[in-house]
């Protein structure tokens, strides 16, 4: 049973209520009509499972914790009631949206990717990463809108591979202090980064400059990928890519005025600002 685990993955459920609160729930996601904010709770739920077990489960046991968020998967997909809470919730929505199977494989297999590879030695194979780690809730959020017949499978992936770039930027001290380095290093040698200088607790100029390059890659991958999926989404789906863009494009202000010195502040967006910039990017439509 999973409540015999050491490490108790039960324990780790969130109300809606308290996920709602977390930071990093976008701030528009919570101005939508219920049905459409409980769903997205789940996807956020089910995420935040996978990535705490990746990251705060000792380990020696996150292996196993993730075949058994798989076994429960396999559970939701044979149309048995699961046994963890997270996947219950999730399973509503699975059923309700016909969300496939594939998506949450890969953010089980991000986390997988994560105990074995710890660095990344191009822009592209950071890329991939991101096609596990990020992409596929993108492609679960066009199930959720009734979208994902759409044709935005591309743009979506270009937005969500931003997210998670600008997310590895904002966190390079913690990301080092886990053992993990999403840098790519051949922009670290470039720079003449050694790895000292991701301890630090004020960034070298060296490492801004990679930051800021990551940071710069993020901004073009939302500049290319924001505009078609904001014009193929309508209504609330629509309103809710704001918000995910709005956030991103936040964050990246914050980098900028906090000058890429990431080790020494926490360069993240306050709410007024994302409430701000999701209101510009629906009035302009992000065209």
């Not at 926490?266 to 302009?284: D, I, K, N, S, V």
């Amino acid at each position: 049973m999973i409540t015999d685990s050491p490490w108790d993955v039960a324990e780790h459920d969130l109300s809606l209520a308290r996920l709602a609160a977390r930071e990093n729930f976008p701030v528009a996601a919570r101005l939508l009509p219920r049905r459409h904010r409980a769903d997205l709770l789940a996807v956020y739920g089910f995420a935040r499972l996978v990535d705490d077990i990746g990251d705060e489960a000792p380990e020696a046991q996150r292996g196993k914790l993730l075949e058994l968020v798989d076994d429960d998967l396999d559970r939701v997909y044979a149309g048995v009631t699961p046994e963890l809470p997270q996947l219950r919730r999730l399973a509503r929505t699975v059923h309700a949206r016909s969300v496939p199977q594939e998506p949450f494989r890969r953010l089980v297999q991000a986390n997988r990717q994560d105990q074995t590879v710890h660095r990344y030695e191009t822009w592209d194979e950071l890329v991939g990463y991101c096609r596990l780690s990020a992409d596929p809730v993108g492609r679960i959020v066009l199930h959720v809108f009734g979208a994902a017949d759409r044709g935005l499978e591309e743009a979506s992936d270009r937005v969500c591979t931003a997210l998670q770039v600008i997310e590895h930027c904002q966190d390079v001290g913690e990301d080092f202090r886990r053992g993990r380095v999403y840098l790519p290093a051949e922009d670290l040698r470039r720079f003449g980064c050694p790895d000292d200088d991701l301890g630090r607790t004020r960034t070298p100029t060296r490492l801004r400059g990679v930051v800021a390059l990551e940071a710069a890659r993020a901004r073009d991958l939302l500049d290319r990928g924001t505009p078609p999926l904001m014009a193929g989404l309508p209504g609330w789906a629509r309103i809710a890519v704001a918000g995910y863009a709005a956030g991103g494009r936040a964050a990246l202000a914050g980098l900028e005025r906090g000058r890429y010195d990431v080790l020494a502040h926490t360069l993240r967006p306050g709410r007024a600002a994302l409430l701000a910039g999701w209101a510009r990017a629906l009035e302009r439509g992000e065209r």
